[in-house]
């Protein structure tokens, strides 16, 4: 009886005291992250022209200069707007083709077992590596970045509505089957829904890899883009403006990611709440 | 003395196998029973006895390769029966909400809405989960779920509602009170139901006749009535010498099937 309620006891202070000292001491995480941002980037501007060469590694403030010198002559935002077209244009044709494609071969077995050595083949190639192939093709204009960013694309979607429509509950077909569910019914209002988290997952990996191809097209042969701003600072050593250029891009991902988490959250809200975040690799 | 009742689902010499050459299971055999309209069946048998395999083929989910199935005197595949299906695991759409569950099957017939608003929320009301209707499933306790998936089979009022195994992942309190909440609607609606359980004593305070089943391959080995009047007092429904009777008779029949099927089980 003592024994118990000491324990007891004992459980309520070990609960309380940790949660009473946060609410105490601890800034709130945003904070937090904010004053390390401060601190990463005093170092940064402290060490840049003592320790290091600011040739290879120029002061935040320079890379914010860059920035603001780009931003005010305005090919900053053309170029900014070249790459988002091209990155959002190239995901939305990849994207729809892949759902389609992923739905059809979902539903039908037998074009997924016909069709799938050329797409293990197609899937396996290293896309960056077509890249050349269709500036020649395509030219070095929008066309080829758009394609670029379709193949990027297309996969990551394709699988993942594959799996998706593949791996619907059996259960739910039968129930669904038993109370008179038409065909069409089924797939509109079972089949679809299920799917969902996977398709919505696989729209969430592959926007950065949309970024990627048109970032890399651009790499490649262009005239206009992130990515030929980024390449020409490179070319003549302004490390602050290729840094500058690296930076916009990394805004550019994290908003998609945020608008993104925020649409999946919206799509998927019967879903448990998952701590899961979008792996960002650019 | 039982009333005499319309025959509605008929099966003579049902079989069905799986599989071809040596690996062939038979997992029926010979099923004859007629199910009258209003009756309502409860089938138990060991485990791997083909009651899935049953249950399947009078869902028109499978069909017989060998004898017949009739549902009002014409053959399964062509009878204007309507079916109701509950699941042994809750099959509740996760994307739905309770009532927009229990609304699918008139949605899909057409039903408009405001009709199949009220009839879904009378029918949630009944089995208390009134206040419930806008939740997710995910956010609905076992017992709760397993309600609305049974609501859902009942809403469009189905000629036969079958039942595999619905109360197995409760705990016994919760499924003690879904027993009674299924008799007092299956009485109401008059709703001929084929009851799927491992459980014995479910199968015959449930049924009007009760079925054992034997060890694969699964035939009928006994179909005895229950004979005990309804409304039945589920509380105090195990001291009448009729249902200890049938209890300790059943079991017998029961008992040599599952120790037939508990070696094949294990090896």
């Not at chain 2, 029973?33 to 499978?62: F, H, Q, W, Y």
Request: glycine letters at 8%; a positive charge.
């Amino acid at each position: 009886m003592t024994r118990a309620t000491t324990t007891a006891r004992r459980t309520v202070t070990l609960q309380q005291r940790p949660a009473a000292r946060v609410r105490r001491r601890r800034l709130p995480v945003w904070a937090q992250s904010l004053a390390l941002l401060v601190v990463l980037l005093a170092v940064w501007e402290a060490f840049s022209g003592r320790l290091v060469d600011p040739f290879y590694l120029p002061a935040p403030s320079a890379i914010a200069d860059a920035l603001a010198e780009s931003a005010v002559a305005g090919t900053l935002w053309a170029n900014l707007w070249t790459t988002v077209q091209e990155t959002a244009i190239g995901f939305l044709i990849g994207a729809l083709a892949a759902l389609v494609a992923g739905i059809v071969f979902g539903r039908s077995p037998r074009v997924a077992a016909v069709l799938d050595p050329f797409l293990v083949a197609l899937n396996a190639t290293p896309r960056v590596a077509l890249a050349p192939l269709f500036v020649v093709w395509f030219g070095i204009g929008f066309l080829s970045k758009v394609i670029l960013v379709i193949t990027m694309v297309f996969f990551i979607v394709f699988y993942n509505t594959f799996q998706g429509v593949r791996s619907v509950d059996a259960t739910y077909l039968r129930v669904a089957t038993v109370m008179g569910a038409s065909q069409r019914q089924i797939f509109r209002t079972v089949i679809l829904p299920a799917a969902t988290p996977l398709i919505v997952l696989g729209l969430k990996l592959s926007i950065p890899f949309a970024l990627i191809g048109a970032v890399i097209g651009e790499f490649i042969a262009s005239s206009a883009g992130l990515g030929y701003q980024i390449k020409l600072a490179s070319n003549t050593y302004d490390t602050a403006g290729t840094m500058a250029g690296i930076f916009v891009l990394m805004v550019v991902a994290v908003l998609i990611d945020l608008v993104l988490n925020r649409i999946a959250r919206r799509v998927l809200f019967w879903q448990p709440e998952s701590t899961e975040r979008t792996t960002n690799t650019l | 003395m039982s009333i005499p009742r319309e025959p509605l689902i008929e099966l003579v010499g049902v079989s069905r196998s799986f599989g071809r050459g040596a690996g062939r299971v038979v997992a029926v055999r010979d099923l004859d029973l007629t199910v009258g309209e209003g009756e309502i069946i409860t089938v138990v048998g060991p485990s791997g006895c083909g009651k899935s395999t049953l249950l399947n083929m009078l869902a028109r989910l499978d069909e017989p390769d060998a004898g017949e199935l009739r549902f009002r005197g014409r053959p399964a595949a062509e009878a204007d029966v309507e079916i109701g299906y509950v699941t042994q695991s809750d099959s509740l759409f996760p994307w739905r909400t309770l009532l927009a569950n229990v609304e699918y099957p008139l949605e899909i017939r057409g039903v408009p809405k405001a009709e199949r608003r009220e009839r879904a929320m009378a029918l949630l009301a009944r089995v208390g989960l009134a206040g419930f209707e806008n939740h997710l499933p995910r956010q609905l306790s076992g017992g709760m779920r397993q309600r609305g998936n049974i609501v859902r089979a009942l809403v469009y009022e189905p000629d036969i509602v079958l039942m595999d195994e619905p109360f197995g992942a409760l705990d016994a309190q919760t499924r003690l009170l879904q027993q009674r909440q299924l008799q007092d609607i299956c009485a109401e609606e008059r709703t001929t139901v084929v009851f799927i359980t491992h459980d014995l004593q479910e199968a015959i305070l449930l049924g009007d006749r009760v079925v054992v089943m034997t060890a694969r391959p699964g035939s009928i080995k006994l179909v005895r009535e229950v004979g005990i009047d309804r409304p039945r007092d589920l509380d105090h429904i195990h001291e009448q010498p009729r249902f200890q009777h049938l209890v300790t008779e059943l079991w017998d029949a029961l008992r040599d099937e599952v120790l037939r099927a508990a070696p094949a089980v294990a090896s």
